[in-house]
């Protein structure tokens, strides 16, 4: 039983799709139902167990009820998915950035983490589940075009480092993926930030833009799976190459 947070679109619902295409039950947490609804209906027409549940994450009574409504439709909870962010907005120097959008970041990302976290526990705990973030190369080596966000993803592979290690104990895995795919939210990139695609494009040795569904959704279903049993605190780069740092 899987639980994906912002799995009605881009790389959420990339990933959902992917578990469930290999037989997880998946449970859409979604801040706009009238999108989530309609993605998890395509799912269940093509055979797969989806649902969509209301859950603005910058609420932690949101993620808790998520969390709540997604053990009691199957009486477990395998893998927590946070995926959700606000919308990361073009190039702006530090000092430029505004209150609203440092609290959207902060609200949407560290503390809806570590809400998630807390609120998930006791289920991964007794299901010996794991818990993935989406977190960024930007959170590796900074970023002079989107402080705030670069700051925000490094806060989440840092919780992930500090989650795996407590919640070792309980046989729980905390991971994070890094990735770099066309999204809507990538487009809306784009537009905002002319030079970007042609700036991934020039660092990344694959030649190419990632796929949520077909490049980003398989590491998802193998870091909630048994074949990644013996891998936690980890964050996989899911960008063709594009960041060689770790």
């Known amino acids: 039983m899987v639980l994906v947070t912002g799995g009605a679109s881009g790389l959420g619902l990339g990933m959902a799709t992917a578990m469930a295409a290999h037989g997880a039950a998946v449970v859409l947490a979604c801040r706009r139902p009238e999108i989530g609804e309609p993605a998890a209906a395509v799912l269940r027409e093509a055979g797969h ?111 992930a480092k500090g989650l795996a290690a407590e919640w070792g104990a309980d046989s729980i895995r905390v991971n994070c993926i890094a990735p770099v795919a066309d999204t809507a939210a990538m487009q809306r990139a784009y537009m905002e930030n002319p030079d970007l695609r042609e700036r991934l494009l020039e660092r990344t040795p694959l030649g190419r833009i990632g796929n949520p569904l077909d490049d980003v959704g398989p590491v998802a279903v193998f870091l909630a799976s048994d074949m990644a049993r013996f891998i936690t605190g980890q964050t996989l780069c899911v960008d063709g190459g594009g960041f060689l740092g770790l």
């Open 49 to 159: 167990d989806v649902r969509c549940v209301r859950c603005d994450v910058t609420s932690a009574d949101d993620i808790g009820a998520s969390v709540e409504a997604t053990v009691a439709a199957h009486g477990r909870l395998d893998c927590m998915v946070h995926n959700a962010i606000a919308p990361t907005g073009g190039p702006t120097r530090i000092q430029d950035v505004s209150q609203d959008h440092w609290d959207a970041m902060v609200a949407t990302t560290i503390r809806a983490t570590f809400d998630g976290a807390r609120a998930a526990h006791p289920h991964l705990r007794d299901s010996g589940g794991s818990m993935i973030l989406m977190t960024s190369a930007a959170g590796m080596e900074g970023s002079t075009q989107l402080p705030v966000y670069a700051m925000v993803k490094a806060a989440q592979r840092t919780l």
